[in-house]
């Protein structure tokens, strides 16, 4: 098995499990929903939901649409954390400084680029 393949399964692993958290510990993502959306609970639960479908499809014939759902989607979400970052809301109960922010701005870049190499992988 290469590497490519082994970095999709773990990038499935991790979104899974990231979709999954929404359900298990709500409370962590309420504040994260911008106060104008209504219904921020369900609104994440739905966030959180679609990061464990999209990434399922990178198994399949549809890697390449999946791949690219995923980067629109990685894109709109990082809205949250950006509403995060301007408002100085916590992150569950942890309040990011600036450079905490810029981190997981970069690390929301490295996601991108991760699902692009995936996107380019033709075996």
Known sequence: MDIVKIIIYLYIIFF???GLNHFYNPTFYDSMVPSFIP???L???FTGLLEIIIPLF???KWRKEAAIIM???LIAIYG???YVW???LPYGKTVFTNTQHLIRFFIQVGY???TYVIYRYDK
Request: proline share 4%; aromatic share 12%.
């Open 16 to 18: 899974v499990v990231a």
């Open 39 to 41: 219904y921020p609970r």
């Open 43 to 45: 609104v994440h639960q």
């Open 58 to 60: 990178l198994l399949t």
């Open 71 to 73: 980067i629109l989607f």
């Open 80 to 82: 949250a954390n950006l």
């Open 86 to 88: 301007v408002n100085k």
């Open 112 to 114: 991108i680029w991760l």
